[in-house]
């Protein structure tokens, strides 16, 4: 096993995927930053991975809050830390659908990973990795026309957040459903995830820092359930391999099983 170098920032990482990928970090030989909203959940968590020789340090952080990300960048930014990872795992599937689970849903999946990674930009090392957890659902296949074309290409990141923050209204509304939108809160989370992970790609690249994006699979987690098909070893490994890419790796695409697939 190829050592890393390195502090690596998981958000979500108490448990699930998140956890396992801060452990697989950790055994390659990177100081992990182990960030979760829940203090005690990511204090246990953290004490667990320490228990087990790893270098994991708990940061306490609630991507939907302006102010605890800003803590987070000011905490960091004191320790003159520079990140050679960030991995933007911290996700929800909530059941049902409506305008409450769509704001929830958008504000962590979508809003949250934007906010993190604005954020913790100038603490990336030059050839740094940014990682977003990404899934099948978000694929632009179905998806009607008048909706795709605003998005694929990706537009600017204001147009962007203003695609996301139309379809909230049109449920709001009532008016999705005519407007051709999923009838899925974590679908179009993911999709604005994806152009999200496009667009940061070819921002960063004279920065030389690569952004993928990593749809692990149906993972047995708390949000996969008992039945899905893949045990958390098996999701965390391309989340850890994208996270681990050497300089000259691939940037702005979205991957399962550490190969490319189709936006």
Not at 6 to 30: I, K, S
Not at 161 to 186: I, L, T
């Amino acid at each position: 096993m190829d050592k890393a170098t390195g502090v690596a920032l998981v958000t979500g990482g108490n448990r699930g995927l998140g956890f396992e990928v801060c452990r697989q970090l950790g055994q390659r030989g990177m100081r992990v930053l182990l960030s979760a909203r829940d203090i005690a959940e990511g204090a246990k968590a953290t004490a667990a991975l320490r228990e087990e020789g790893l270098e994991v340090s708990f940061e306490p952080l609630d991507v939907t809050s302006e102010e605890s990300v800003a803590q987070l960048t000011d905490r960091l930014a004191r320790q003159e830390l520079r990140l050679a990872a960030l991995v933007n795992n911290a996700g929800i599937a909530l059941e049902g659908f409506n305008a409450e689970v769509v704001e929830r849903t958008l504000a962590v999946n979508f809003t949250g990973a934007l906010r993190v990674t604005e954020h913790l930009l100038p603490l990336m090392r030059e050839h740094g990795r940014i990682v977003m957890v990404s899934s099948g659902l978000g694929a632009l296949e179905g998806l009607p026309p008048a909706l795709r074309q605003r998005i694929d290409p990706p537009p600017s990141k204001d147009a962007l957040v203003a695609w996301v923050d139309e379809f909230a209204a049109e449920v709001r509304a009532g008016q999705y459903e005519q407007k051709g939108w999923p009838g899925s809160a974590y679908r179009v989370s993911k999709l604005g995830l994806n152009a999200l992970t496009r667009l940061l790609a070819e921002e960063l690249r004279p920065r030389r820092v690569l952004v993928n994006a990593v749809c692990p699979g149906w993972v047995r987690t708390r949000m996969g359930g008992p039945r899905a098909t893949r045990d958390v070893e098996q999701g965390a490994d391309t989340l850890v391999w994208a996270a681990l890419l050497p300089p000259d790796g691939p940037t702005g695409g979205l991957f399962r099983d550490r190969q490319p697939i189709a936006w």
